[in-house]
């Protein structure tokens, strides 16, 4: 019986770094040393552009200080309700112009028209309502969060497939059984879209009604920074921000997907 050796191919390593990863690298350090050589070209007024290292030490300072960290917690606790407050009520308004047909034709364009306004044209409204302190900011940053939660979820809600609802309705499911074993469960990643878009704009909105009028806050330390012409000191706490911005984005979007893994 003849036998035939096998050929067999080596496996190709794959390389440590993707190339999407080298790319970004890439860009990252393209952009520093590009940051840094218009830092020392004198083009600009001086510490317009201040060095790299410069804003590493503001930076290392800034985080050396516990005051930072209570301005920081004051800001985070006003985003957090805005979230909170304008994420439920946005939630409970798109639920119900996605499941009305009628209100939906009759308020939905509210929504649409009002949406992409600046919300600090309100901010003097706010004040007057809410006062100069915390109130404001959180009213701002909760009207901020509103639109974007509640046009997703209403744009969620017509796209739940029929066949769930009218099983729900043929096992009689109250209004509180609808919403929280079928609307919310196939909604799941609208809403998480539209929190993780408020949580930009209700950010947004605390920051500058925290810049137009407050003695704390991170708003506050920008300002401050810049009035001074504190240039290290104010990019120093906009790459922090940066940086929490940027993961309290992936935590929502890592719990949206921790969510689809457990129903699935």
Not at 42 to 71: E, Q
Not at 87 to 109: D, Q, T, Y
Not at 112 to 141: E, H, Q
């Amino acid at each position: 019986m003849a036998t035939t050796d096998r050929l067999t191919r080596p496996a190709t390593a794959e390389p440590l770094v993707s190339p999407v990863t080298l790319l970004r690298i890439a860009i990252i350090l393209a952009v520093l040393a590009m940051w840094e050589f218009l830092a020392h070209s004198g083009w600009l007024y001086r510490d317009v552009v201040p060095s790299l290292f410069a804003i590493g030490k503001a930076l290392y300072d800034l985080l050396s200080h516990g005051d930072y960290y209570f301005n920081l917690g004051v800001t985070a606790a006003e985003i957090g309700t805005a979230l909170l407050i304008g994420g439920i009520s946005g939630l409970a308004v798109g639920i119900l112009l996605g499941a009305n047909r009628f209100l939906s034709k009759a308020f939905e364009p509210y929504l649409y028209y009002l949406g992409p306004t600046p919300k600090i044209i309100f901010f003097p409204i706010m004040i007057m309502w809410f006062g100069v302190g915390p109130g404001s900011k959180i009213a701002l940053g909760t009207l901020s969060c509103f639109f974007p939660v509640a046009l997703s979820v209403a744009a969620g809600m017509r796209q739940i497939d029929k066949v769930l609802i009218r099983v729900g309705k043929s096992f009689r499911a109250s209004t509180w059984q609808m919403v929280m074993k079928i609307y919310l469960p196939a909604m799941r990643h609208p809403i998480i879209n539209g929190i993780r878009l408020g949580l930009g704009v209700a950010l947004i909105g605390t920051l500058l009604a925290e810049t137009k009028l407050s003695n704390k806050g991170i708003g506050f330390l920008i300002i401050n920074a810049y009035s001074t012409f504190d240039m290290p000191r104010m990019y120093a706490m906009l790459i922090v921000l940066f940086v929490l911005a940027i993961g309290a984005n992936a935590l929502v979007g890592r719990l949206g997907g921790l969510e689809s893994i457990k129903r699935n």
